[in-house]
């Protein structure tokens, strides 16, 4: 641990500090109708949504009512979304006449940004037109990222009401985040970073001449999209040259904006947040940082605001920020060491200029933007791993094996660490559910949190919350390495390989949409696949999450009595994290042991 980490550690941790009271102030009272003075600018327009919608603002729903809206709302926005990309190419604001996207990409990506997963299997700068990044995929950030807002509103809902019938309303929840939330900020953020460089236009993509050829390899494919291989398995590149260069243009910043505040990732251009377009200086690359955790920080404020205890919020913020800080210092330090198979010995007996060897003395460079460095890049991944973001500004399958299993294990968390905006919180509320289930056994009295007792109901709907996602990820994982269609889009073979398939679908089924790259994912195989595990990550554990927000918002609070275990202090801070990890995590160190463990095990044996 350097000086460079710390400063850059303790600002970014300092500015997020500094945020999550006002921040969480303002979502409490958006959400319960405490803002006079927006309500006087944005009435207007919200009512005026009401009134297209048929909606009646006054009338509340149930668990169920709640997720049937909630449940019909997403999957008409998956169709909407479908039929932009099959049409595009007769839709306005196409002007390099992109055709259409193909069935099995366009499901896979339909179903990726409804389910704020924004897992990409393509090149956004080469396959969407302005049109369909817009009014698609853009919509569908703010409509998925309102979607998980309204969940974890009602969930606390469930904990501060008492033999209550209803949950809220899905309609009214969902205006009220866009309208107050989502889009205020986003717009705010679009203009700062246009300023700084971040492009917004509609113009068509301009070719230059550079100074220099360039030459370069890549894999070459077969008719089906997947990389040739050689009698050994690795990859057959080609070498390539040329003097041209195109430069992609677009709307970016306003997609920019809310990627990050939505934490639904993904990019406008391939290179994501390491494409200078999207994240052109060390300011815009700190302001998305901050973006990322800014709502999900927030939200445990308003939780403790909305339950009338925000020692309960700060608790949970405490869980979260202390698991952050351990993972973020081991990923820093993993790629601050570098690989320790490049020395001078072994780079001079292998032929190789020791310039080399001085550049891996300094750190893991790989794959990283020297306008950012390995310490900002370090910190990037472990923020958009940590959270269901999936953004990148360097590429992940660059990472040391440590630093890649650190990013891999916070996907597989549940990514409760902040999490998404709503989700992150929802599912860390599961783990202090799980917590004070485990405690009361210990005591042998029945477990209350937030002065609720937690009964069969809540911990059968727990359980299957927990599982989701270790089925979708191991079981998906098992197929991809068995049947060929898997296998033929594994550019590396062995345990990196192994990594990056568990990765992808880790990623999918988590809702977190970051990949390690390296496998041709954008096949029907893969595509079909993601995005079964995209659907039911997502919605897998938020019908459960409704239903317990709804047996919760039921109950009669009780009050604290001899054996209540207080939730607030040290103690409960320490429980839940230990559940989080010994529930959360274990479940994966047989396949991790496989991929990024056994890796590292390799790489010291060199």
């Known amino acids: 641990m350097n000086a460079n980490m710390l400063i850059q550690y303790g600002?970014?941790?300092?500015?997020?500090?500094?945020?999550?009271?006002?921040m969480g102030v303002f979502i409490a009272s958006v959400m319960e109708g405490n803002t006079p003075l927006l309500n006087k600018i944005g009435g207007p327009v919200e009512r005026l949504l009401y009134k297209l919608g048929g909606v009646n603002a006054k009338v509340e729903m149930d668990w169920k009512a709640y997720a049937i809206a909630l449940l019909v709302f997403n999957t008409l926005g998956i169709l909407v979304?479908?039929?932009?990309?099959?049409?595009?190419?007769?839709?306005?604001?196409?002007?390099?006449?992109?055709?259409?996207?193909?069935?099995?990409?366009?499901?896979?990506?339909?179903?990726?940004?409804?389910?704020?997963?924004?897992?990409?299997?393509?090149?956004?700068?080469?396959?969407?037109?302005?049109?369909?990044?817009?009014?698609g995929l853009t919509v569908q950030n703010f409509l998925s990222a309102a979607t998980g807002i309204a969940v974890v509103i009602a969930m606390i809902r469930g904990f501060a009401r008492h033999s209550a019938k209803t949950i809220g309303n899905f309609w009214v929840d969902l205006t009220r985040s866009t309208l107050y939330i989502l889009l205020p900020f986003?717009?705010?953020?679009?203009?700062?970073?246009?300023?700084?460089?971040?492009?917004?236009?509609?113009?068509?993509?301009?070719?230059?001449?550079?100074?220099?050829?360039?030459?370069?390899?890549?894999?070459?494919?077969?008719?089906?999209?997947?990389?040739?291989?050689?009698?050994?398995?690795?990859?057959?590149?080609?070498?390539?040259?040329?003097?041209?260069?195109?430069?992609?243009?677009?709307?970016?910043?306003?997609?920019?904006?809310i990627k990050m505040l939505g934490t639904n990732g993904g990019g406008f251009f391939n290179a994501n947040s390491a494409h200078p377009y999207e994240n052109p200086t060390p300011l815009t690359n700190f302001l998305q940082m901050v973006l990322i955790f800014l709502i999900p920080a927030g939200f445990c404020y308003a939780f403790g605001m909305m339950v009338g205890d925000t020692r309960q919020g700060w608790a949970v913020f405490a869980a979260m920020g202390l698991i952050f800080i351990v993972m973020a210092t081991v990923l820093v330090s993993a790629e601050q060491a570098g690989n320790p198979a490049f020395t001078a010995a072994s780079l001079n007996s292998a032929g190789v200029d020791q310039t080399s060897s001085a550049l891996q003395a300094g750190g893991n460079m790989e794959g990283k933007e020297t306008r950012f460095g390995i310490v900002a890049s370090s910190l990037f991944a472990t923020i958009t791993t940590a959270a269901s973001c999936g953004a990148v500004n360097a590429m992940h399958d660059s990472l040391t094996p440590i630093g890649g299993l650190v990013s891999l294990w916070l996907i597989q968390l549940g990514e409760v660490v902040f999490g998404g905006v709503g989700s992150g919180l929802y599912t860390m509320l599961i783990y202090a559910i799980l917590a004070v289930f485990v405690s009361g056994l210990m005591i042998g009295r029945t477990p209350e949190y937030l002065g609720k007792k937690i009964e069969i109901f809540e911990m059968k709907m727990s359980s299957i919350i927990i599982l989701v996602t270790p089925i979708l990820v191991l079981i998906g994982t098992a197929i991809a390495v068995m049947v060929e269609p898997g296998k033929a889009g594994i550019a590396n073979p062995g345990a990196h390989g192994f990594s990056e398939v568990l990765y992808a679908v880790s990623s999918a089924a988590n809702n977190n949409g970051s990949a390690f790259a390296g496998i041709s994912a954008n096949t029907p195989f893969y595509n079909y696949l993601l995005a079964i595990a995209m659907w039911f990550g997502r919605f897998g554990i938020i019908i459960p999450v409704l239903a317990i927000a709804g047996a919760l918002a039921a109950k009669k609070r009780i009050q604290p009595g001899l054996g209540t275990l207080p939730t607030h202090g040290p103690l409960f801070v320490i429980l839940l994290i230990g559940v989080v990890i010994l529930v959360g995590a274990l479940t994966y160190v047989p396949a991790l042991a496989l991929g990024p463990i056994v890796e590292h095990l390799m790489m010291l044996a060199k």
């Open 81 to 135: 979304l479908f039929l932009l990309q099959r049409l595009q190419l007769s839709l306005p604001l196409n002007p390099q006449q992109f055709s259409n996207v193909s069935v099995d990409s366009s499901l896979d990506t339909a179903v990726s940004f409804i389910t704020n997963t924004n897992w990409q299997g393509y090149a956004g700068e080469s396959t969407m037109s302005y049109f369909t990044q817009m009014v």
């Open 186 to 257: 986003s717009l705010l953020f679009a203009v700062i970073f246009m300023s700084q460089g971040v492009i917004q236009n509609f113009s068509s993509y301009q070719n230059v001449i550079t100074l220099e050829t360039t030459s370069y390899q890549q894999p070459k494919l077969d008719n089906t999209g997947n990389p040739l291989k050689d009698a050994k398995g690795d990859a057959v590149l080609e070498n390539l040259t040329t003097k041209t260069q195109t430069l992609a243009m677009g709307p970016v910043a306003s997609q920019e904006a």
């Open 11 to 22: 600002l970014y941790f300092a500015v997020i500090l500094l945020l999550i009271k006002p």
